[in-house]
């Protein structure tokens, strides 16, 4: 009799070892599938979620850059930029495209005939010898840094600091305040007088 009460414990302790690992192993192993459930749900932000940041400029009201949701389309980053100038080329741009992180739009601006009238402030260039006619003027408040840098005495750097002042400061007001862009004194602005208008 004692023996058989021996077996029947060590046979009762086996099977409660085998039902144990059972139970352990379903559980682990539905552990693991919840875990692999949540991770495929979290994946990557949802495009609502992100954001893009875009540089816009040219004939825009306020250029600069802009931090705008994911799928935005141009049109509201033009927007942003308090629309677009009256001399704007409206199809020069697709308004409709979706923007992409880093990209640097620029609206172009319909050139004005050498004859229009220029605004207050700003002066129109000599004809040239010969009898032609010099080159449009630039203007400050819309002019990107490659064309300014076409300018007497403005250089890539020069240009960059001209585009952050009228940036942080808002649009030139006259031609004047580009002696307060640092780096252009009275010799310098006196080359540029004749070239540039707002």
Known sequence: M????????????????????????LHAQEETVILDAASEKQGPLPAGQAEVTVYVTGAVHKPGLVTVPAGTRLAEAVAACGGMLPTAVK??????????????????????????AVAPGARTANPAAGGESSSPLVNINTADAKLLDTLPGIGPAMAQRIIEYRETQGPFTAIEDLKRVRGIGEAKFAKLKDKVCI
């Not at 086996?14 to 139970?23: E, K, M, Q, S």
């Not at 979706?98 to 739009?105: E, F, H, P, R, W």
């Open 91 to 116: 199809e020069g741009v697709n308004l409709a495209q979706v923007l992409k992180d880093g990209q640097q739009i620029t609206v172009p601006e319909r050139q004005q005939p050498a004859s229009a």
């Open 2 to 25: 004692p023996m058989y009460r021996k077996s029947m414990l060590v046979l009762l302790v086996l099977a409660a070892a085998v039902i144990g690992g059972i139970f352990y192993g």
